[in-house]
């Protein structure tokens, strides 16, 4: 069963980057696209931007300028780098896997929880 | 940007059915999917492609979708139904998620 574990720095300072990383387990990394989903209790959900199966990336336009997500096939690993946080980006943190068959997630990691103070 | 909207909260007697639908325009045209979510967990994907059900989601679960309304039906429900539903879509390169309902049973 394929098995996403998630880890990075939970409290930050307004302007530092935001740094996670997720490693991917009992399943294949390649012929999958990876992506990173926040969630805070004021904006519900949201999509931050994904590396596809291909290697290309693609960025929810409201965060595009901050976000660069990477990848690391040889050790199944993919990466989130958000810049310039502000309490804003304050959230909790998935990473997660696309789906072959349809625009879907169906594995998620377990969550980390960002906090950003001044 | 496409919207989604959900009902903030839907409660349901212990096995009655409830509805929880998803709004948007034209959603008939794309491909919905649903998540469960329980405090502190992750979302758990329990539809996709607007009516199939993963591996090990309970038939109790099933969903619809046509014109701007996209619905998710939970029937029979029990007391582990009690979580909160998200829908989700994937339109001009970006996946969009509704705002999320409240199931109370």
């Known amino acids: 069963q394929v098995h996403l574990q998630q880890w990075g720095t939970g409290l930050l300072k307004t302007s530092e980057t935001l740094s996670l990383t997720c490693a991917v387990f009992?399943?294949?990394?390649?012929?999958?696209?990876w992506s990173w989903i926040r969630q805070t209790p004021g904006k519900g959900l949201e999509w931050i931007g994904e590396i596809t199966h291909s290697g290309g990336t693609n960025y929810n336009p409201s965060l595009k300028s901050r976000v660069t997500i990477s990848e690391d096939t040889s050790n199944n690993h993919f990466s989130l780098s958000l810049a310039s946080v502000t309490a804003g980006d304050t959230a909790t943190y998935y990473c997660?896997?696309?789906?072959?068959?349809?625009?879907?997630?169906?594995?998620w990691g377990q969550g980390t929880v960002v906090s950003v103070s001044s | 940007s496409y919207d989604l909207t959900q009902p903030l909260s839907v409660s349901v007697a212990l096995g009655q059915t409830a509805s929880i639908t998803c709004g948007g325009s034209?959603?008939?045209?794309?491909?919905v999917h649903w998540y469960q979510q329980k405090p502190g967990q992750a979302p758990v994907l329990v539809i996709h492609r607007d009516t199939s059900r993963p591996s090990g989601i309970p038939e109790r679960f099933s969903g619809s979708n046509s014109g701007n309304t996209a619905t998710l039906t939970i029937s029979r429900a029990e007391a582990g139904d009690e979580a909160d539903y998200f829908c989700q879509v994937w339109d001009n390169r970006v996946y969009v998620f509704g705002p999320g309902t409240k199931v109370t049973v």
């Open positions: 997660a896997r696309g789906s072959q068959e349809s625009s879907s997630f169906p594995f």
């Open positions: 034209a959603i008939g045209s794309k491909n």
């Open positions: 009992g399943g294949p990394f390649s012929g999958f696209s």
